[in-house]
């Protein structure tokens, strides 16, 4: 949710923020900004709609801007519409600001600073924290202190970049809860919200704290703690490399992260499983915990959600452990009824979504044990709960998820294996056989499904042409359903709805008419033939169907119009080709809509906003 970058160093900023920016973008893509200086000035240039809008304008404006100190951000607007004047960086004489989060109190700062004669030409909070650091600048004359005395100040969440007109060459930043991390290369050093966008320069990496201050210039980066205490930082040398942040080939992003899904799937088990599976363990998640735990909750977002929705399948399924699952944003507010010896799983990708986090804080308040499910590593989430499982999807660069959401998956089937085995429900041997089905079968299966994408091609360009479409499953199969559901709408735009499948008569089925597109999706075979019912009852209805199955599942011919089979694999693991296929299927759809798939409309990919 908006993207920061600056650097200063021995090279023209220039094209080094607009190619950072770009790397950014998948994380917010309205407007965007870049400020540099340049004869003894600050120079900023921003504009409404994409990196590419902005670089024109640098270009056609402003040819042969060159400086070797800036910053950047590229905005997913909170505060005011997507326009030139409420792009970021927000510049007054003396300060230009970047900014990641939300200033809660900004309207109150924003009457303060009118009543002492400052004027506000954007609707944004951001602009507020530059022109009340910009006050301070004038009452302290220090650049310091008049950040720290704007930060006691601001409420809400924040990663700034700051720089100051009389301080040429240098950059400050500060964060809380949104991420930032500093770079140092062999020519200069970089802030960023995320490491892809220094990639191509470094892979030494400080990933800053709360509270935390960096200073940086040409040669060094400093940092200072909340009381203004210097600190030392060791840097981290990231394993990310750049082939992981390219489209490698691949027409979107999307696309190669559906094909990736077989080695992270395989990356992320090995990395669980160690020697044997009752190794595998988060810190602190003790067979006696296990044992005595009653309930479970899991709370993410959106697709994260979903995982949790399969999770708590597998959970209760193999350890027999109730799981409540909550959409993160409402278990904070809903006063959740919970147990000392509950233990609480948070999910993210990003672990940066802001409410996913404040879930986690919640649940760590009320002395639940907690587990991070979480892909990036030191992210907020991962850091601040007590243990944390890495899933290895490696870099997710389209907003649409796909390989983090198989990932998840997988990881909770995991510890409903592990959790199964403490509380006396499952054997080793039966584990071993299971996590080899993982490694081993359902990757080579996932191959299949990619191989022979060309039916799931056919029958989207029918899809496409709905603008109403229903997905129908039951029990693993209604998760699956809904994430179905939201990864089609999300990129295609086309409404659809997840149903429970035998729900649909308790209402919905009113809105099924002649050609009503109903994509139904069988992987629970014990459960086929109601689901099969469910079927007909639409089709009854003139809905057109397409079912997406288990190939073990012999459906009655006249039951739908497509059929995509998809490879069985053993234990209820069928899902994952079941995920493959439906993930497709909204590509494909999108695609054939003319979409932009890697940037849908309005979102962007880690929301650490409330
Ligand atoms: C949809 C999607 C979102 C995220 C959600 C949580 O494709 O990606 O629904 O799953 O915003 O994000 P994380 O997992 O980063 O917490």
Known sequence: MCGIIGYTGRKNAVPILLDGLKALEYRGYDSSGISVFQDGRITTVKSK?????????????????????????????????????????????????????IIENYAEIRSELCNKGYTFISETDTEAACLLIDSLYRESHDHLTAIKTALRRIKGSY????????????????????????????????????????????????????????????????????????????????????????????????????HEQPQAIKRTVASLILNDITSYTAPGLTADRIKNCRHIHIAACGTAMHAGLVGKYFIEKNARIGVNVEIASEFRYKNPVIDKDDIFIAISQSGETADTLAALR???????????????????????????????????????????????????????????????????????????????????????????????????????????????????????????????KEISYIHSEAYMAGELKHGTISLIKEGTPVIAIITENTLSEKTISNIKETASRGADITVICDERIILPKDVCSNIIYVPHIDSGLTFLTATVAFQLLAYHTANERGCDIDKPRNLAKSVTVE
């Open 362 to 488: 919640l649940a760590k308040e009320s002395g639940l044990f907690t587990i991070a499910v979480v892909n990036v590593k030191g992210s907020a989430i991962a850091r601040e709960a007590d243990g944390v499982i890495y899933t290895q999807a490696g870099p997710e660069i389209a907003v649409a998820s796909t390989k983090a959401y198989t990932v998840q998956c997988c990881t909770l089937f995991m510890l409903s294996l592990l959790l199964g085995y403490h509380r006396g429900l499952m054997t080793k041997d039966v584990i071993n056989e299971r996590c080899r089905l993982l490694t081993d079968t359902a990757p080579q299966k996932i191959n299949d499904v990619l191989k022979d994408s060309d039916k799931i091609l056919s029958i989207s360009k029918k899809i496409a042409e709905h603008e109403n479409i229903f997905f129908i499953g039951r029990c693993i199969d209604s998760s699956l359903a809904c994430e179905a559901s939201l990864k089609l």
């Open 159 to 258: 990663a700034f970049g700051i720089m100051f007109g009389d301080n040429p060459g240098k950059i400050y930043a500060v964060k809380k809860d949104s991420p930032l991390i500093c770079a140092v290369s062999e020519h200069g050093a970089f802030i960023a919200s995320d490491i892809t966008a220094v990639l191509k320069h470094t892979r030494e990496i400080y990933i800053m704290n709360d509270g935390e201050t960096a200073e940086l210039s040409a040669d060094s980066v400093t940092f200072c703690d909340a009381e203004g205490k210097h600190i030392s930082k060791s840097p981290e040398i990231t394993e990310l490399s750049m082939e992981q942040a390219e489209k490698s080939g691949f027409a979107h992003f999307m696309l190669k992260e559906i």
């Open 49 to 101: 709609g994409r990196i590419e809008e902005n670089e024109k304008k640098v270009n056609n404006e402003y040819p042969g801007l060159y400086s070797t100190c800036g910053t950047g951000h590229t905005r997913w607007a909170t505060h005011g519409e997507p326009s030139d004047i409420n792009s970021h960086p927000h510049t007054t004489e003396n300060v230009s600001l970047v900014h990641n989060g």
